[in-house]
C-alpha cells in the first residue's frame, strides 16, 4: 500500500533515511533480561514510532538491533552480509510490500525467525503473509510479552 | 503545595488515565524505556506521536474531501494511526481506528467522516491529557522532587 507520507525519515536517534538503517547507537545498560547468546535483530517498519518502540523494546530485552524504513534496505542489509536471528517485518510497508519482503529474503536462503506484524489482524493479511515464509503473524503493539518466547526459541537453539 | 501533595496528585492522575481507558498498558512499556541515558525519552516519543498523527488527520480529511475518494489511501492513513497509536498506549485512538477501518471497508463517505470526528476526539482528549502529566511531572522534578519508576505490574 503505497502511501505520500514519507514515514522513513526523522528517526529520533539519528539521521534515519529511507535507505540507511538505524543502528542502535545506545545499548542498554542493565537490560531486561539476558541471553547464553548474542541476539541480533532487524526491524522493518516505515512507521517512525512503531520503529522506535519495537527497536527500543527489543533493545530493553538484551537483544542487538538494526531498525529500516523499508523491504528494500532490509534486503540491501542482509544481501550485504548482515545476519540476523529475528526479523520483525511490517505488513503494510510502502513500495515493497511486508509479504514481498519476506518472500524475497527466504528465497536469499535465509532462515532466521521472521514474525510479520501489522496494525490489526485480519484473517486474508496473516494468509497472505505466512504464505510469503513469515514464521508468525502478530498484532501491534509488539510488546515482551509476544517477542519474548521467540527470543527464548532462538536461544535455546543457537 | 508541598511535594509529597504534588506526588500524590500525579498518582491519582495517572490512575485516572488507565481508569478511562485512555492510556493503556503500552503505555508503561514507553516509560519502562526511559533511563538515565535517554532521560526524555516518553516526551520525546509522544511529541513524534502527535506530530505524525496530526498530519496523518489532515491526510485523511484530505484524502476524503476529494470527488472521488481513494478508500485504499484512507485505509493506509489509518492503519498507520492505529499502528502508531496501539504502540503508545493511546487505547481510544487505537479503538476508534479499529471502527474506522470498517467504514472504509464498507466505501462509506458518511461513515468515514464520522469516524474521523471520533478519532480526532479522542485524539485531542489524550493530547490534553497527557500535556497535563508531564506538567505536573516537570512541576515535581522543578520542586526538587523526582517522578516514581513506572510499574510493571498491572
Sequence with gaps: ?158 | MELGQMQGRLAEYTRSLYMEGILDAQFLQLQQLQDESNPDFVVEVVSLFFEDSEKLLNDIARALDQQSVDFKRVDAHVHQLKGSSASVGAQRVKDACVAFRNCCEEQNVEGCLRCLQQVKQEHYLVKNKLETLFRLEQQIVAAGGSVPMAEMTF
Aim: hydrophobic content about 40%; some cysteine; aromatic content about 8%.
Design chain 1, 1 to 158: 500500500m503505497a502511501s505520500d507520507t514519507d514515514y522513513d525519515s526523522d528517526g529520533m536517534r539519528d539521521n534515519g533515511n529511507g535507505g540507511s538503517s538505524e543502528g542502535n547507537g545506545r545499548r542498554r545498560r542493565h537490560p531486561m533480561m539476558t541471553w547464553r547468546n548474542n541476539l541480533r535483530a532487524l526491524v522493518v517498519d516505515n512507521g517512525r514510532i512503531c520503529r522506535i518502540m519495537e527497536s527500543g523494546l527489543l533493545d530493553a530485552y538484551g537483544v542487538e538491533v538494526e531498525a529500516v524504513g523499508t523491504g528494500e534496505a532490509a534486503v540491501e542489509l542482509i544481501a550485504s552480509g548482515e545476519t540476523f536471528d529475528l526479523i520483525v517485518i511490517e505488513m503494510f510497508l510502502p513500495f515493497m510490500s511486508g509479504p514481498e519482503t519476506a518472500r524475497t529474503i527466504r528465497e536469499m536462503g535465509i532462515t532466521s525467525k521472521i514474525l510479520g506484524i501489522a496494525p490489526m489482524y485480519w484473517e486474508k493479511d496473516a494468509q497472505e503473509f505466512l504464505a510469503a515464509g513469515i514464521d508468525e503473524f502478530l498484532e501491534k503493539p509488539f510488546t515482551p510479552e509476544l517477542f519474548v518466547p521467540f527470543l527464548r526459541e532462538i536461544d535455546n537453539q543457537k
